[in-house]
């Protein structure tokens, strides 16, 4: 586990089409009804608009795990490099380090078996040109335990160093690189992951971070944001720490692996469990209420999320399957007020949204994309009737008018039609002229779950002749007709007549 660079998913090679067509729904099977009741008076949460985010980490190609090796040359330092759980053994090679600039070197006898890196500043430039190519938004978590003293126990002691940050800070400026936001530290609140440190001093380092960056960006119109402490809640701690930093600290990251180890037996059960699944807004609706009932300003992000820790499971979390936990995880953590959620990883390990050998989109790429698509920033409080096996989540449309909805159906054998009901609806129904709604259905190929090729609308999304990624295109369908949610299946539609006051400007 781990996060060090969060690279925002903006636009990637996609194109737009809105055309219709035919398609087989999926295996046969039992037939229910079901209705899904959205209230749209007022919203119940607000998204950013780049909600949708992931990951890229620091870990070598030796970094090996339940006896797999899958993350290749994935790393920062490696891809053009940065980010993850060896973020607090990183040095930066800045003029006022004289020491070599030695890449990591596996060792059992070091926390997380690995020595301490350094990252050239050769390739943070690489990098930035990448960044600045990619049009991405780019945090980075810089080294929280420079300085400090780690005991018997874990505990990191002492205040932070934080002169090589302030280097690399300044480096960043000085070349006119452009960062969204500076993250301190990675899984270092509460017990920790290697190591910990108290809420209060975790929260004087964060202080110093906020002066470095008030400081080094004095002048510029808009600064980068303080973001910490990127680790698993603990709620005292957080209540702590967050009391403690009222001015300091804009952003407060967490991180979510609530299906166990990668190499659980058990794991893709607990995927296609949705009453396990539901635990997993408990520490979303946690962060909620502890900044609710603080004088903070901070929000929420989800800094890191891999669902199965140790890279995942291949042909579980890189297949079409581990759609039914991503995609709820967005709908869970949005509704909890969530402004944006970080997939780990972009690509490397089995978690990625991208194949780590050949770069090619794996299933969750193509839901993350369409969610960032048609879902806005306006969260709507949404129900469901009829059978338990349904979990359904509506946003107010993203640059159209209207609701968009996102159907998933755990059912092995039984298709659901569903019905819309709406409250505070305008008129009670705005037709606009629109009696038709756009619907995206989701499908593993040859109804495979463990599948890496996903079915929309009965065509396999696949890469073109020149690497771009496929026309997403909806079918039409009838405001008349039910939505029909196949067995294991799941679905957007966009229903531009459902004008609601919380999607009112």
């Not at 586990?1 to 636009?11: A, D, E, I």
């Not at 194109?15 to 749209?40: A, C, E, I, P």
């Not at 400090?148 to 690399?168: C, F």
Request: charged content about 15%; glycine content about 10%.
């Amino acid at each position: 586990m781990c996060m060090l660079f969060k690279l925002v998913l903006l636009y990637l090679w996609v194109h737009w089409v809105n055309q219709g067509s035919d398609f087989v729904t999926g295996r046969s099977g039992n037939v229910t009804s079901g209705t899904v009741f959205v209230n749209g008076t007022a919203s119940i949460g607000k998204t950013d608009d780049n909600f949708i985010c992931a990951t890229l980490d620091w870990w070598a190609p030796n970094k090996c795990d339940y006896g797999t090796c899958s993350w290749e040359r994935s790393s920062l330092l490696n891809l053009i490099r940065m980010g993850g759980t060896l973020q607090d053994k990183v040095i930066y090679e800045t003029k006022d380090d004289k020491s070599p600039c030695a890449p990591f070197v596996k060792n059992s006898s070091e926390m997380f078996g690995f020595s301490k890196g350094c990252l050239p500043m050769s390739r943070w430039d690489q990098l930035n040109v990448f960044f600045k190519k990619a049009g991405a938004m780019v945090v980075f978590g810089l080294n929280a335990l420079n300085g400090k003293a780690i005991g018997s126990d874990g505990s990191a002691t002492g205040a932070w160093n934080s002169s090589n940050a302030e280097s690399l800070i300044r480096y960043t400026v000085n070349k006119g690189y452009s960062i969204h936001g500076w993250e301190l530290g990675n899984e270092l609140c509460g017990t920790g992951v290697g190591a910990k440190v108290a809420p209060d001093q975790y929260a004087s380092d964060v202080k110093s971070l906020e002066n470095i960056v008030q400081n080094i960006y004095r002048g510029f119109e808009v600064k980068p944001l303080v973001i910490a402490p990127g680790g698993f809640i603990d709620t005292n701690w957080f209540a702590q720490f967050i009391q403690r930093t009222p001015k300091s600290l804009q952003v407060v990251t967490q991180h979510i692996y609530n299906l166990g180890p990668g190499n659980d037996n058990q794991l893709i059960n607990n995927i296609l469990d949705p009453s396990y699944l539901d635990g997993g807004a408990q520490p979303f609706r946690d962060l909620e209420a502890i900044l609710k009932n603080s004088a903070t300003p901070a929000v929420a992000w989800v800094g890191e999320a891999g669902g199965a820790y140790n890279s995942g499971q291949n042909l579980v979390t890189n297949s079409f399957v581990n759609a039914f936990w991503y995609l709820g995880q967005l709908g869970m953590a949005s509704s909890y007020d969530t402004k944006t959620y970080c997939r780990q990883t972009l690509i490397g390990g089995n978690y990625g949204l991208l194949d780590t050998a050949t770069f090619v989109p794996n299933p969750d790429y193509y839901g993350a994309l369409l969610w960032h698509r048609l879902m806005g920033s306006n969260v709507l409080s949404t129900s469901f009737s009829g059978t338990t096996g349904v979990r359904a989540y509506a946003h107010c449309s993203k640059q159209s008018q209207g609701i968009s909805l996102l159907l998933i159906n755990f059912n092995a054998n039984i298709s659901v039609n569903v019905r819309v009901v709406t409250d505070g609806e305008q008129a009670p129904r705005v037709k606009l002229g629109n009696t038709s709604r756009e619907e995206y259905h989701f499908t593993a190929k040859d109804e495979n779950l463990h599948s890496q090729k996903v079915v929309l609308n009965g065509k396999i999304l696949a890469l073109n002749s020149s690497g771009g990624i496929p026309p997403m295109e909806p079918v039409n369908r009838s405001m008349t007709d039910p939505i029909i949610v196949a067995p294991f299946s799941y679905v957007f539609s966009h229903i531009s007549s459902i004008i609601l006051p919380a999607c009112i400007n």
